[in-house]
């Protein structure tokens, strides 16, 4: 749609747009009360404070001194500040799922894989919930949770799965698999999927499985396997590095093993630090259906973070319920340079559009003045066959005496004269009209005809049409004073004597 000239400035554009996606997304990571699972919640329980009650948030903070960080709720039209209390959860409690590819694909890495799951045992915090889910045309549950990941159970139903199954069905056992975990009572849970990405579903998408991730939020690590030389492999792996980093998590190839092995181990034992916030006087928020809202946290010592927030409530058996929600705000610089993209976008699509209409415009008197010499050549014809002039030889002059009736003039100033009633131009020697430093231009390109008071443009090389505005000519067409003719490289104006 866009012409070459405006095609150049999208990829910047693009890139801004790409860029601010990434930068616009909160620092901070807040949920609900009301949005835990009862197992979350049941893990929350024993941390909070006597006759504390469960209005507030699950905040969750990467600061090793969040425990001692000022945290509160302010709101923006008054100034008027809630403080908090942020009760932190040391370390946190993790769900563990272990997913292996067992289809028929596989095969040809298979020691490999098991090889590379066995060693993952160790990483794992020992007494944290861990299953193992073998896959192929649907999820098959081997151990669905054991408390330690060092148990001889364990390693040996690993080194018992076989690569046995057909079709993978990735996507589905991605479901399946977060369907499970979000029964695991934990704050966290991570993924580590071991397959070669041959995606066969047929009744779910990527898009499904990453969305599925986000409820509860699971950060999943894969370990791509296949042959590196082949072209179909970088698609396949494509899909496993996106569900990866859709989630939080990382994607490995598997031959760089000790590589993965060294950075999952890293990111399997990071504690997260986690809170629970309680507002104090609750009863006299300003809360409405929705009501902006900052909240904010202070650590000692460190740099200030704000997040604005929705904050909503209702009266549930005189007991106050605050739920609380993202709000979406980007900095005035951000916001600047996205009304200015978008606007620099408007205006190449306008600009677009524009063009495009001159075209058409052009392109339709091109056939209008097709049309009429059509008309003109039927009417000729008619004539012809009542009348019988005297045949003009074809060099026969228009106006005598070698006085040319006008002329074709190149960009340079030269002046091509038209003198007789069928002038031929081409490269060739041969022709009236010469062009032979151009050779875009055929050898017999065109003739130019006069026949009662017209004058005929007609290609003779239709393969190499001439164009009028940028619209190639169909056969004749009807010269008329000012015409740009596009042969070749050339241009040529037409103009009568005067």
């Not at 950075?263 to 006299?284: N, Y």
Request: net charge negative; proline share 7%; hydrophobic share 45%.
């Amino acid at each position: 749609m866009f012409s070459l000239k405006f095609r150049w400035m999208l990829v910047p554009l693009m890139w801004l747009l790409v860029w601010h996606g990434a930068t616009a997304a909160p620092a901070l990571s807040v949920t609900p009360l009301g949005e835990l699972v009862a197992a979350e919640a049941a893990l929350v329980a024993p941390h909070l404070t006597a006759g504390v009650t469960v209005n507030g948030w699950l905040w969750r903070y990467p600061l090793p001194n969040a425990g001692e960080s000022e945290v509160g709720l302010l709101y923006p039209p008054t100034g008027a500040n809630w403080p908090a209390r942020l009760h932190r959860f040391d370390p946190t409690p993790t769900c563990y799922a272990l997913m292996i590819d067992n289809s028929q694909s596989m095969r040809p890495y298979w020691p490999t894989a098991i090889e590379l799951l066995q060693q993952l045992l160790p990483l794992l915090p020992s007494g944290a919930p861990i299953a193992l889910y073998p896959f192929a045309e649907a999820l098959t549950p081997a151990v669905d949770f054991t408390t330690t990941a060092d148990a001889p159970p364990l390693a040996e139903t690993i080194a018992a799965i076989t690569a046995n199954g057909l079709d993978t069905q990735l996507y589905l056992a991605l479901i399946h698999a977060q369907q499970r975990l979000a029964d695991c009572p934990a704050l966290r849970r991570q993924i580590i999927l071991l397959s070669d990405g041959d995606a066969e579903d047929r009744a779910r998408t990527l898009e499904q499985a990453i969305s599925e991730l986000q409820h509860p939020p699971t950060t999943l690590h894969t370990i791509g396997f296949g042959q590196a030389n082949r072209s179909g492999t970088a698609l396949k792996m494509e899909i496993l590095r996106t569900l990866a980093a859709a989630s939080g998590g990382s994607y490995h190839f598997y031959q760089n093993s000790s590589e993965a092995i060294a950075a999952l181990s890293q990111a399997l034992q990071q504690p997260l630090a986690s809170g629970f916030i309680v507002a104090e006087a609750l009863d006299q928020l300003p809360y409405q259906a929705t009501t902006p809202m900052t909240l904010y946290l202070q650590p000692s010592g460190g740099e200030r973070q704000e997040e604005r927030v929705i904050v909503t409530g209702s009266d549930q058996i005189a007991n106050l319920k605050v739920s609380l929600r993202h709000y979406w705000q980007q900095p005035f610089w951000q916001r600047s340079l996205s009304v200015a993209a978008v606007g620099l976008l408007l205006l190449l699509v306008i600009l677009s559009l524009l063009r495009r209409r001159r075209r058409q415009q052009a392109a339709a008197q091109i056939a209008a003045r097709q049309a009429e010499n059509q008309q003109l050549q039927q009417a000729v014809a008619k004539l012809e066959q009542h009348l019988t002039p005297a045949v003009a030889t074809a060099r026969e002059t228009v106006l005598g005496e070698g006085q040319p009736y006008g002329w074709l003039i190149n960009t340079t100033g030269h002046r091509y004269p038209l003198i007789y009633q069928s002038t031929t131009l081409g490269r060739a020697a041969s022709n009236d009209i010469v062009i032979e430093h151009d050779l875009t231009i055929s050898s017999e390109h065109a003739i130019i005809d006069y026949k009662r008071g017209q004058f005929i443009w007609s290609d003779r090389a239709p393969l190499n049409p001439t164009r009028i505005a940028g619209v190639a000519i169909a056969g004749s067409i009807a010269l008329h004073e000012g015409d740009r003719l596009e042969c070749g490289q050339t241009l040529l104006t037409f103009e009568l004597e005067k």
